[in-house]
């Protein structure tokens, strides 16, 4: 492949690069029922951190790979990523206790966040304009049905396998992609423009991005949401099963919310010009808070066994919020970074995602097998981070100054 000319083979190369992280969360979720059964789990772990600690990893990957990508390049950075990845799933395909698969998942999130913050500068390198917005679309739509599509591969791959043939279709696609991008891809950062790791200015500028009263707030705040989805993720499994008996279909219905994501992207892409970002993430906040405070009322007025029917309408208006929220919170977050743009990006991925695995695992701990500890989940985190958005927005836009040379 040539860097600056698109390829169809470059799209399915960024596209799966990309989807890995998502795939290595839902695919999963389907057998965390069996692997509790498997394993015998016992608290204070449950298989809910299967899923929460997976996240836990990506938060030091996210903080360490922009960086390690400016500084040794894009593809050496890909390639570690994936090889972290592939030890980790190694670990928890062959583990023999709930301790081990937890550790290999905290491995897989190290390692997914090569792929995932590293392919998009790899991208931003080669393209610009027009030519970026087309692979990033095509990009982007498999990154929206991987969230819908992956529970029915992992549900596929149990009635064929056991839980752990999961962790072995991870390795081989992570083996493939790692192949393919060793000997299709040619680095895209030249050596003259890479910027040398000093540990000293790092910190210091990090802790300059992290003093930005606006990009603290709304880390917070993008972190909330995100915790909120983490949460729903860490337990639909089992509220599926124990309120409705729901355990085969899980995937179908896991997908038709998932669609208020993808749709929320569509509509967001058309409105967010007349209405701003700030607008549309106030009023998606707002939705946020009222619709899970709705679906708390339904499930406290009927045991905290509500109507499937209103589970999927409230839950598919709640997605559709959330899908709303993520990439507008992270581009109002990214507008005071200027020259810090790549350090603050990988300080929002992770300062996020750290707030969304304290977040999922307190509320976690609240599951009584009913779908009220969900439902309240999803209003106190829009309201929270409505409140956040709106100190947020009464902040100075003025661009956060780096200390050192950047390049």
């Known amino acids: 492949m040539k860097p ?13 690069l990309t989807s890995l992280t998502a795939l290595s969360i839902d695919a999963v979720l389907p057998a965390l029922r069996f692997i509790e059964s498997d394993l015998q789990v016992r608290p204070p772990l449950s ?14 990957g996210e903080l360490l790979i922009g960086p390690l990508s400016d500084a040794i390049g894009r593809k050496k950075a890909l390639v570690l990523g994936l090889a972290v990845y592939m030890a980790g799933t190694l670990v928890a395909m062959s583990a023999g206790s709930v301790e081990m698969v937890v550790f290999g998942r905290i491995l897989q999130g190290i390692g997914v966040s090569g792929p995932k913050i590293a392919t998009r500068a790899l991208i931003r390198d080669q393209f610009e304009g027009d030519a970026m917005a087309r692979i990033m679309s095509f990009v982007f739509v498999l990154f929206i049905l991987v969230p819908m599509l992956a529970p029915a591969l992992g549900q596929l791959i149990l009635a064929v396998s056991g839980w752990r043939a999961i962790f072995l279709v991870y390795l081989a696609m992570a083996v493939v992609l790692c ?9 895209t950062l ?17 802790g300059r991005v992290l003093r930005n009263r606006r990009v603290a707030l709304l880390i917070v705040a993008t972190g909330l949401v995100f915790g909120a989805q983490l949460q729903y993720l860490s337990t639909a499994a089992d509220v599926f099963f124990d309120v409705y008996g729901i355990s085969g279909s899980f995937p179908a219905y896991f997908a038709a919310l998932a669609a208020g994501i993808g749709l929320a992207s569509l509509v967001n892409a058309g409105f967010v010009r007349r209405y701003g970002m700030q607008r549309m993430s106030g009023m998606a906040l707002a939705g946020l808070a009222l619709l899970g405070a709705l679906l708390t009322g339904v499930s ?14 409230l839950g598919f208006a709640i997605f559709f919020c959330i899908g709303i929220l993520f990439g507008n919170l992270n581009a109002m977050a990214m507008l005071s970074l200027g020259q810090l743009a790549g350090l603050g990006a990988s300080l929002i991925a992770s300062g996020s995602s750290l707030v969304a695995v304290v977040f ?12 009220t500890p969900l439902a309240l989940g999803f209003a106190l985190a829009g309201l929270i981070a409505l409140i956040l958005v709106r100190l947020a927005s009464r902040a100075s836009l003025e661009p ?8």
């Open 4 to 16: 600056g000319k698109t390829s169809l083979e470059q799209i399915c190369l960024y596209a799966l």
């Open 360 to 371: 999922s695992v307190a509320f976690g701990t609240f599951y009584d097998g009913t779908t």
């Open 179 to 187: 192949a393919w991008l060793a000997l299709r891809q040619p680095e």
């Open 47 to 60: 298989t809910q951190h299967i899923v929460s600690l997976f996240i836990f990893g990506m938060v030091f």
């Open 190 to 206: 030249a050596p003259q423009s890479r910027i040398r790791l000093h540990l000293p200015t790092l910190l210091r500028n990090a």
């Open 400 to 407: 956060v100054e780096p200390i050192g040379r950047l390049v």
């Open 300 to 313: 406290l007025v009927d045991g905290g066994h509500p109507p499937l029917a209103a589970l999927m309408g």
